[in-house]
C-alpha cells in the first residue's frame, strides 16, 4: 500500500512538472514571424515599429525558460470613466476588469504573481532617472516562457476586449521581462512537493 501512495504522489508531483515547467522548447523562427504579424496586426497604430522591434527580439532571445515580468503602474485619479457603460469607477476597480480574467489566461498557461505590493513612499535611491511621476503599484509575473507570455497576451483574441480596461485605469505603466539569478521565496516546485509529501504521509498513516 506505502508503494502506491508514496508512487501516486511521485505521479502526481510529476505531471504537475510537466505542466509547470512545459517542454522548455525556444520558438522557432516561424513562430517568432507569426507572432510578431499578431501583434502588428492587432496593436494597428498604437505600438511604434521600435516597440515592434523589441518584441521581435525578446523572441529572438527565447530559451525556451520562465522568466519574470517586472511591472511598475500609475492609476489615473479616480474616477475615472467605464469604456463600455461610461459611468464613473474607481481606477483600481476599472483594473481588476482587466487583471482578473487575464490572470485566468495566465494561471492555465502555470503563469502566476510572484509579488504585487503598493508603493508607500517616493523614490529614496535615483541615480539619472527622470523625475518620480508617482507610482502606485508594482507588480512581478512568472510566465512559463515567453511563448506562453505571447499566447495569454498579446496573441490572445480576448486580449484586445480587455485592453480597454487596462487603458482606462493606468495614467502610465511599463513593464520589463527578467529571468531570476537568486530566488528566495518559496517557489510552488517546492511547496507542492511538500504538499504532496504530507498528503501521502497522511493517507499512509491514516490506512494504516
Not at 47 to 62: N, T
Not at 82 to 109: C, N, W
Request: net charge neutral; glycine share 6%.
Amino acid at each position: 500500500m506505502a508503494i502506491l501512495i508514496w508512487g501516486g504522489a511521485l505521479l502526481a508531483y510529476a505531471a504537475f512538472r510537466l505542466w509547470y515547467d512545459g517542454f522548455r522548447k525556444p520558438l522557432s523562427p516561424q513562430e517568432i514571424d507569426e507572432f510578431v504579424e499578431i501583434v502588428q496586426s492587432r496593436a494597428g497604430n498604437e505600438v511604434s515599429q521600435d516597440d515592434i522591434a523589441v518584441v521581435r527580439r525578446f523572441l529572438e532571445g527565447d530559451d525556451g525558460k520562465e522568466f519574470i515580468m517586472v511591472n511598475l503602474l500609475e492609476l489615473n485619479s479616480s474616477p475615472v470613466e467605464h469604456p463600455e457603460t461610461g459611468e464613473p469607477v474607481r481606477a483600481d476597480a476599472m483594473l481588476s476588469q482587466y487583471f482578473k480574467p487575464f490572470m485566468g489566461e495566465i494561471i492555465r498557461r502555470a503563469g502566476h504573481p510572484v509579488l504585487t505590493s503598493r508603493a508607500v513612499g517616493g523614490y529614496l535611491d535615483a541615480w539619472n532617472t527622470p523625475a518620480d511621476p508617482g507610482w502606485h503599484l508594482a507588480g512581478l509575473m512568472r510566465y512559463r516562457s515567453r511563448r506562453d507570455c505571447i499566447l495569454s497576451s498579446l496573441a490572445n483574441p480576448r486580449f484586445s476586449e480587455l485592453h480597454k480596461f487596462k487603458v482606462a485605469a493606468l495614467r502610465q505603466t511599463f513593464a520589463f521581462p527578467s529571468q531570476t539569478l537568486v530566488t528566495f521565496y518559496a517557489s510552488p516546485r517546492w511547496s507542492v512537493a511538500i504538499l504532496l509529501a504530507l498528503a501521502a504521509a497522511m493517507l499512509q498513516l491514516t490506512l494504516n
